[in-house]
């Protein structure tokens, strides 16, 4: 019986030490996604590259979650619904016409994040990322996703390059 016990351990073991192959190679995409999420600009400043991207993400009714100016990282939250009231007494009356429990996406947070890593020592990499989840009226996680439209990228680097610009000049 010992043998047994023995063996079975041994196996699990050996099995616990495969690994995927496949794990850490980065998707066909992952160049392109990663330059629309990542632009250069000529400021050496990183900390106010952080105070215009903070304030541009108020702006966009983003709550920072946190901020570390030694290391350039920001982290933002924001709540919305995902569908106005009669939407959901729509879902609900139908759903209780059908004697089943309604369940319907109910809000949603969307995260952002952004990460400036200093080049030389005249230009600044700022990175972006965004991503968001959905939950159900139950409280349960309907749906997981990164926001990878390139406008929603290029419009946040439009506006941080005019944040930039007016924190840069005092206006």
């Known amino acids: 019986m010992k043998k047994l ?3 079975f351990m041994l196996g699990c073991l050996i099995s616990a030490c495969a690994t995927d192959k496949d794990l850490y190679i980065p998707d066909a995409n992952y ?3 990663r330059n629309v999420e990542t632009r250069i600009f000529d400021t050496a ?3 106010e590259l952080l105070i215009a991207s903070a304030q541009l993400l108020q702006d966009m009714d983003y709550t920072i979650t946190e901020s570390d100016t030694e290391i350039g990282v920001i982290t933002a939250t924001k709540d919305r619904n995902v569908m106005p009231t009669a939407g959901k007494v729509v879902l609900t009356v139908l759903a209780a016409l059908n004697n089943q429990p309604a369940v319907y996406e109910d809000k949603q947070k969307f995260y952002v ?3 400036n890593t200093k080049l030389n ?3 600044t990499k700022t990175r972006v990322t965004f991503a968001r989840i959905v939950y159900d009226n139950l409280g349960k996680v309907a749906e997981i996703e990164k926001l990878d439209d390139p406008a929603l990228y290029t419009e946040f680097f439009d506006k ?3 944040s930039v610009f007016l924190t840069a ?3």
Do not use: F
Request: no cysteine; glycine share 10%.
């Open 5 to 7: 016990i023995y063996i």
């Open 31 to 33: 160049l392109e996604r």
């Open 45 to 47: 400043n990183t900390k």
């Open 113 to 115: 994040s952004i990460v």
């Open 121 to 123: 020592g005249r230009q």
């Open 160 to 162: 941080l390059g005019q």
């Open 169 to 171: 000049n005092n206006i």
